[in-house]
Nanobody, 119 residues
């Protein structure tokens, strides 16, 4: 059973930075994409950033220019560098890895990391 282990969350003042990391407990084959999502209580989980196996990235409009997703494919690790943080970025952040299977896609999720931005 593959586990995704997240680290790097915490409390930061507005304007500050945090870096989230997510590492798979063992190698995952046929990775389609890796990403970060966030979810506030009572709300749906939403995409923050995603990077495909080809290196293509996409970001939520609210984080463009402030957040950067990157990966180390050899280590099955994905990162999220978050700069110029705002109070509205406060959420639980979840990493995600999509693996191509036959048939379909297998989704793996991290345990969630609390990010709190104080004003």
């Amino acid at each position: 059973q593959v586990q995704l282990v997240e680290s790097g969350g915490g409390l930061v003042q507005a304007g500050g930075s945090l870096r989230l990391s997510c590492a798979a407990s063992r190698s995952i084959s046929s990775i389609n994409a890796m990403g970060w999502y966030r979810q506030a209580p009572g709300k749906q989980r939403e995409l923050v950033a995603r990077i495909t196996s080809a290196g293509r990235t996409n970001y939520a409009d609210s984080v463009k220019g402030r957040f950067t997703i990157s990966r180390d494919s050899a280590k099955n690790t994905v990162y999220l560098q978050m700069n110029s943080l705002k109070p509205e970025d406060t959420d639980v952040y979840y990493c995600n890895i999509e693996s191509r299977t036959n048939p379909g896609i297998q989704y793996y999720w991290g345990q969630g990391s609390q990010v709190t931005v104080s004003s």
